[in-house]
């Protein structure tokens, strides 16, 4: 069963940072690009940042986040999104995305809160 599992989520004050984990499970996570999204209360979900295949490993950012996130990958499956310099409008329920097998894969969401 593919799984995806996002842990890290918290409290922080603005200007501080945060470390989000998506642990894998259930596919060949190499072969797979890996995805972080957000929903903010009252918003639609929207693409965050996301990197490709082990083997390619390139990344790409929302024009929001650019130079205040990054997003890697080990070899132990799991996906990270550290978030530095954080922003009371960077607040929402953070999702790791994966498509296997033309599926899409949601993992249940953690939820950020940066406080003012």
């Known amino acids: 069963e593919v799984q995806v599992v996002e842990s890290g989520g918290g409290l922080v004050q603005a200007g501080g940072s945060l470390r989000l984990s998506c642990a894998a499970s259930g596919f060949t996570f190499d072969d797979h690009a890996i995805g972080w999204f957000r929903q903010a209360p009252g918003k639609e979900r929207e693409g965050v940042s996301c990197?490709?295949?082990?083997?390619?490993?390139?990344t790409m950012y929302a024009d929001s986040v650019k130079g205040r996130f990054t997003i890697s990958r080990d070899n132990a499956k799991n996906t990270y999104l550290q978030m530095h310099s954080l922003k009371p409008e960077d607040t929402a329920v953070y999702y790791c995305?994966?498509?296997?097998?033309?599926?899409?894969?949601w993992g249940q969401g953690t939820q950020v809160t940066v406080s003012s």
């Open positions: 990197i490709a295949s082990s083997s390619d490993g390139s």
């Open positions: 995305y994966t498509q296997a097998d033309l599926h899409d894969y």
